[in-house]
């Protein structure tokens, strides 16, 4: 199916947008016709939200997500009894030692929704799409595994050659900078904000060249979400960041 409503109703997105003009809850509202089998593909986009909920319930804190596939009151509850939901998060609740969870348990969690995803898509684009993103939290947590000093096994989701190669290599950049020339800048950046903007740099510019030249095609579509989960999220990021500032101003 070609959208080509869909993409001439849509504004072009800009990584330093202030603005989402349409955000995605319009987006998949169900106006703009989305065939039950791609809107399947959107939702194992949508379930990482349920997975972020889930990481931050077992981390002590509870978040609310807007366009998740299941509520923060239901992970709650599956939390304390996992009965329902997809599979992986539940036999991932269930293998978990009694109160307790850490960054290992976390990178675990993701691990098991890379491999969900990649499983279940039928677009190429978005498997791709997946397993970057998985050898890119890799690459990440690699980096921070080093520089603690823990053991890199303990922090690796994937059992791929990749993820193996990954693991054994001792040199700087794990021997990845021909494949991915942007490590250099991550070896470089140690101030978490930084950081943080140069991975979300890293991820557009994957999706800017991934999604193909044809404006129409659902590539399209998943990479505009794509660009829409960093958008939106750093878009409520900053404003919370703003609303601290004002209550702490208050209290003086």
């Known amino acids: 199916m070609k959208y080509y409503f869909l993409v001439a109703y849509l504004p072009e997105l800009q990584r330093d947008d202030r ?3 349409i955000g995605l809850t319009e987006l998949i509202s169900g106006q703009y016709e989305i065939p039950p089998e791609d809107m399947q ?3 194992l986009i949508l379930l990482s939200r349920d ?21 923060n009151d239901f992970w709650q509850d599956q939390i304390k009894s996992p009965q329902e939901g997809p599979q992986f998060i539940l ?4 293998g978990l030692a ?16 890379y491999d969900h995803a990649i499983t279940q898509s039928r677009y190429p684009f978005l498997k791709e799409y997946f397993l970057f993103e998985r050898n890119l939290r890799n690459i990440i947590a690699a980096l921070r595994a080093r520089q603690k000093e823990w053991n890199l096994a303990h922090y690796l989701v994937g059992e791929d050659e990749w993820v193996s190669n990954l693991e054994r290599s001792s040199v700087e950049d794990f021997g990845l900078s021909d494949e991915y020339p942007w490590i250099s800048n991550l070896l470089s950046t140690d101030y978490p904000p930084q950081r943080q903007d140069l991975i979300e740099q890293i991820i557009w510019e ?8 044809d404006p129409f095609h659902f590539n399209a579509i998943l990479s505009y979400i794509l660009k829409l989960e ?3 999220k ?3 990021m900053s404003q919370e960041k703003g609303m601290n500032i004002v209550r702490r101003l208050e209290e003086h």
């Open 206 to 213: 994957y999706l800017e060249t991934q999604a193909g030249n």
């Open 41 to 43: 593909e959107i939702k």
């Open 19 to 21: 603005k989402v003009k």
């Open 230 to 232: 960093i958008l939106e």
């Open 98 to 113: 009694p109160d307790k969870y850490g960054p290992k348990d976390a990178d675990r969690l993701y691990g098991a929704y």
């Open 51 to 71: 997975v972020f909920m889930v990481e931050k319930l077992l981390s002590g804190k509870s978040v609310k997500m807007d366009n998740s596939i299941y509520d």
């Open 234 to 236: 750093k878009l409520s």
């Open 91 to 94: 036999d991932f609740i269930r």
